[in-house]
């Protein structure tokens, strides 16, 4: 296979995985009165799976803001973070879809919006970009720079949950423009998916930065 091919097949596996598990699990929870803990546990054990799954082949990466931060820190080619972004985002339009055929519009197919998300779109971003931003210094911090061994699976997984559990009421806590992207298309409202791609990439740009300048090698 193509030297690009080979990951980013792995990519959009991963990130169909992502927002078919996710997605599929907040819509549930919403149409049966499901709590927030159980939405989170679902995005983290997804995540946690896939790292250890596909980690070897592609970095695990399932997020637009993840391949950019690499990329911005230098850790990977603008070239093939092209390919990452293509197939991450083919990949969650592939699970949206195929989640609207299997539980129809139940629960919004798992939209990432939250309170904040229509009425205060300067605190959404806000929010977005911190809660990236955690999520990829610990990307940067284990997973990139080798220091998480075995355990980086589980990192990557719960840093995830906990910023699920902290933000999911206010904006969704997507994190990932490629996870609102997947339930917006299907839903064929993408209004709010700007606010989804600046503050993500702005988490991450920081991220890439601080881990990079203050703490890398």
Same mark, same amino acid.
């Given at each position: ?16 995985t ?5 997605? #599929? /699990?907040?819509?549930?929870? *919403?149409?049966?009165g %499901?709590?927030? @803990? $159980?939405v ?5 054990? +997804? =995540? ?10 592609s #970095? /695990?990466?399932?997020?637009? *803001?993840?391949t950019? %931060?690499?990329? @911005? $820190?230098?850790?990977m080619?603008w070239?093939? +973070? =092209?390919?990452y972004?293509?197939a ?6 592939f /699970?949206g ?7 129809g ?15 205060d ?10 809660l ?8 940067l ?20 949950t ?27 409202d993408?209004s ?22 203050v703490f890398?090698?």
């Open positions: 296979m193509n030297g690009n091919l080979r990951p980013a097949f792995a990519e959009l596996i991963g990130t169909f992502l927002v078919f598990i996710g997605a #599929g /699990a907040g819509a549930l929870a *919403a149409a049966n %499901g709590g927030i @803990v $159980a989170a546990l679902a995005h983290g054990v +997804a =995540l946690m799976v896939i790292v250890y799954t596909w980690g070897a082949i #970095g /695990a990466h399932v997020n637009p *803001a993840v950019f %931060g690499v990329a @911005v $820190a230098g850790k080619s070239t093939k +973070a =092209l390919w972004w293509a991450q985002f083919v990949g969650a339009a /699970a879809y195929v989640l609207l055929s299997v539980i519009t139940t629960g919004e197919l798992g939209s990432t919006t939250g309170s904040l998300t229509i009425d779109p300067g605190r959404t971003i806000v929010v977005e970009a911190i990236t931003f955690f999520l990829v210094a610990t990307v911090n284990t997973a990139v720079a080798g220091r998480g061994g075995n355990a980086v699976g589980l990192a990557i997984g719960f840093v995830l906990m910023d699920i559990l902290m933000g999911g009421a206010l904006t969704g806590a997507s994190m990932n423009p490629a996870r609102t992207f997947g339930s917006a298309l299907a839903m064929q993408l709010y998916l700007w606010l989804y791609i600046v503050g993500p990439l702005l988490g991450a740009a920081a991220a890439a930065a601080i881990c990079g300048r890398g090698e």
